[in-house]
């Protein structure tokens, strides 16, 4: 299965590298986007059977730590990415992982757990649903796996 990892946060890729290690990803098949740019050139050029998406990210990469770089972060970053698979005609199963329990969608706050049937219906995806990540708490990685699951048994349909 090719995943592709949208993340900015260094904590967030491990912890979610290692979730999807336990479920068999191997590290082979796992692409790795830190920004809007990065994920947006990804998903328009690469296939990926899951796309892992945080919605807060940088415009740009950081080309070495000690720069401020990145650009400005955007609160719907993951938007751009979603639009460039929609536009490109791209299709995949996707997690949104983010620490905020509401997301901004068209201007409008929308609470996680009702950003699935949106987003899908909006960007024509298969959004899985919404993972509220919070750092060494097993909740979220219970919700993530969750997830996994539910997408390893439809494709084993």
Do not use: C
Request: no cysteine; aromatic share 6%.
């Amino acid at each position: 299965m090719k995943v592709l990892l949208v993340e900015d946060e260094e904590h967030k890729t491990v912890d979610l590298k290692n979730r999807l290690r336990v479920h068999g990803v191997a590290d082979s098949d796992l692409t790795f986007a830190q920004s809007v740019r990065e994920a947006v050139l990804a998903v328009v050029t690469t296939t990926f059977d899951l796309v892992v998406l945080d919605m807060a990210l940088p415009t740009f990469s950081k080309v070495r730590p000690d720069e401020g770089g990145g650009g400005l972060a955007q609160a719907v970053g993951g938007v751009e990415v979603l639009r460039a698979m929609q536009a490109s005609g791209k299709r995949a199963a996707i997690i949104i992982v983010t620490q905020y329990p509401d997301i901004i969608l068209n201007g409008e706050k929308v609470k996680l757990q009702n950003v699935a049937k949106i987003i899908s219906q909006r960007y024509e995806q298969n959004v899985l649903g919404g993972v509220l990540y919070s750092f060494n708490t097993p909740k979220w990685e219970a919700a993530f796996d969750g997830l996994l699951g539910l997408l390893n048994a439809r494709r084993s349909l």
